[in-house]
């Protein structure tokens, strides 16, 4: 059995015959040149782009959803008028049609791909359209996969793009394997959102032979060529047991001794609700309001904002739902309010409730409408601030909650200060929401969009986790909503440290909850002051995983 | 000849959907239409491609022309995609 190994972002085994997406359009030669009809040279092109055009929006139109912008992005792409004409000077100077398009793609491509960011993605999108229009103008089959199959394949490519996986189900397909690729590339988005295992930026892929028989391990990201059937069966067995194991843990979340867990949903608008809901959240932890406010520019009427609130509120009856107003600053700015002078460090600047000193307003008819929302609901409604750094305003803005009618009202600890004096802001708070990512670039001092800087973002770094205990010892209860809360193990940790509540991505919740089943409220505090004791972050999650066996049945 | 002046406010910028809504916009009017940033060079508004070429951010201006009939009203439409969403 040969192996290759790549990077498994989508989890589960899957296995079947490889079927590899078509091998590269060749690159027609330079020089290459037509007949001596440039009229007739041109008409044939803008016929092939014409119909490639067309099967995009077809397939878009098909899909639906996110792939209908995306393809309908390409489908604008291959109509370019700016294109076109480059095109009909290279076929007026005599180059034919199919190296003519070549150079013109090629042109763009170089612009875009000196960009940084969106545009850089998009070069995949325009590398994908030009091998559309080159293989039809070369007769080469339409390119495109097989949208059924006696069995379900194991689709192998270089890379794969949205007009690839458009129209793919679970039902035809058993794994992705992709040469290059990331943990965000779009095979990575799409496997998971189909939930088919997935293995990107694995060396060597593409030489595997169609029909050969493939195994892939989407959580260890092994592609094991003509495996043994004992292989195949122990791999699937292993994923289903953990599968099982994810299923088998309902209910609220708990310690395996009974000591409960608040597991909650961080929302980011009405179309993460089913989601949340479906994989048993017991609640709202962090509802991010900035959806109604950005992108505009005149700011959301309260009536709009009611119906918005309502509608996450009578999705948990009887469930605690904590909104967060609010959060803006110079990197998120307001279209309707007038901007703000220039801040050279906006993470440093005028965020969050700081905001509000200057538009209060703002701020009291947010309150307002939630006020209304809650009436006739029976979600527990529950109302904090971001970027509170002191009691005083602390103090401040629960005194707005409760002209506004509201019961609860807590503050985000992110920033060290708060952290530091958590008893004297929890005199004024009725509860505190950790936020991880904030908290650690304000503790490092290093901006968490940095790439250079990630290191400072690990919220296995012990110093963290001290703030956090310090915040959790507090006299309120205490939940966390950043990324931390995510992670298995960390989330058992910070159980250890004291907290009451945990909210994340819904994706996440079956394992968090798994994994606090699987150990005792000791176990998690032993794991905790082991990971406090550490020096680096690494020493930290290695520390902690002693005390808790339990995550290697999650395959953790 | 007619001419907008328009500072983009859509969170991506004139990329993504915002570019792709302002490009079908503009190729379905029969008049020629041009999008620069102030002081750039102008590039054709109904080029999707020269659109992302131009990497116009969120906040930034842009200045729009047309020339033609019903270059007004085209106006009003283009500067009315970048202006809101």
């Known amino acids: ?556 | 000849m007619p001419e907008r002046k328009v500072i983009v406010e859509s969170e991506v910028g004139l990329h993504a959907r915002p570019a792709a809504r302002f490009v079908q916009t503009a190729a379905k009017a029969p008049i020629d239409v041009t999008v620069a940033k102030p002081g750039g060079t102008p590039v054709n508004a109904k080029s999707i491609l020269s659109i992302l070429a131009l990497d116009v951010r969120h906040g930034e201006a842009i200045v729009i022309h047309a020339d033609g009939d019903g270059a007004e009203q085209l106006l009003d439409e283009l500067a009315a995609i970048v202006s809101t969403s």
């Open chain 1, 1 to 556: 059995m040969e192996v290759l190994t790549g990077a498994g972002v989508s989890p589960g085994a899957g296995y079947g015959p490889a079927y590899l997406l078509r091998a590269d359009v060749p690159e027609p030669a330079a020089g290459s040149r037509h007949g001596g009809d440039p009229v007739g040279e041109v008409a044939r092109v803008e016929a092939a782009v014409e119909r490639v055009a067309a099967d995009l929006e077809e397939r878009g139109e098909t899909a639906g959803g996110e792939a209908r912008d995306v393809l309908g992005a390409q489908a604008l792409m291959a109509r370019d008028p700016a294109l076109a004409s480059e095109v009909a000077d290279l076929i007026a100077a005599g180059t034919s049609g199919e190296r003519a398009v070549y150079e013109a793609f090629m042109r763009y491509r170089d612009t875009l791909a000196q960009a940084a960011g969106y545009l850089a993605e998009r070069v995949a999108d325009l590398d994908d359209v030009r091998d559309r229009v080159i293989a039809e103008l070369l007769g080469l089959p339409s390119p495109g996969l097989p949208g059924d199959a006696s069995e379900p394949y194991v689709l192998v490519a270089r890379d794969l793009a949205p007009a690839d996986t458009a129209l793919l189900t679970k039902e035809v397909v058993a794994a992705f394997v992709t040469e290059q690729g990331g943990p965000t590339s779009h095979t990575a988005i799409i496997a998971r959102a189909l939930g088919v295992p997935a293995v990107v930026a694995c060396a060597g892929a593409t030489i595997i032979v169609n029909g050969t028989p493939v195994l892939v391990d989407g959580t260890t990201g092994m592609v094991a060529l003509v495996p043994s059937e004992e292989e195949v069966s122990a791999a699937l067995r292993s994923a289903r047991d953990r599968e099982s194991v994810l299923t088998s843990a309902t209910g609220p979340g708990a310690t395996a001794d009974g000591h409960p867990v608040a597991l909650l949903a961080n929302v980011g608008g009405p179309g993460d609700l089913a989601d949340a809901v479906s994989r048993g959240a017991e609640g709202v932890g962090l509802y991010r309001t900035e959806f109604l406010f950005l992108d505009r520019g005149q700011g959301p009427s309260e009536e709009e904002q009611e119906a918005a609130y309502r509608e996450v509120l009578e999705a948990f009856p009887g469930r605690p739902v904590v909104v967060r107003v609010l959060d803006s600053g110079a990197d998120k700015p307001l279209g309707f309010l007038p901007p703000t002078a220039e801040q050279p460090n906006p993470a440093l600047g005028e965020r969050g409730i700081r905001v509000f000193r200057t538009f209060t307003d703002v701020m009291v008819g947010q309150l307002r409408a939630l006020a209304r929302a809650a009436e006739g609901t029976e979600a527990r409604l529950q109302v904090m601030a971001p970027m509170v750094a002191t009691a005083a305003e602390a103090r401040w803005f629960a005194d707005a909650c409760r002209a506004a009618g509201l019961p609860s009202a807590g503050v985000m600890i992110e920033i060290p200060a708060a952290a530091l004096r958590a008893g004297e802001l929890a005199a004024e708070a009725d509860f505190f929401s950790i936020g991880t990512n904030d908290l650690a670039q304000y503790a490092f001092a290093a901006d968490r969009q940095l790439g250079a800087l990630t290191e400072f973002q690990d919220p296995w770094q012990p110093v963290l986790l001290d703030l956090v205990a310090m915040t959790a010892a507090a006299d309120v209860p205490c939940g966390v909503c950043g990324e931390a809360g995510s992670d298995p193990a960390m989330a058992c940790v910070l159980v250890g440290l004291g907290v009451d509540s945990l909210s994340m991505g819904a994706p996440a919740l079956p394992w968090v909850r798994a994994a606090l089943a699987r150990h005792t409220l000791a176990q998690c505090r032993a794991a905790a002051t082991a990971a406090r004791a550490a020096t680096t972050a690494e020493e930290a999650r290695a520390a902690a995983r002693e005390h808790l066996p339990g995550l290697a049945d999650l395959a953790l």
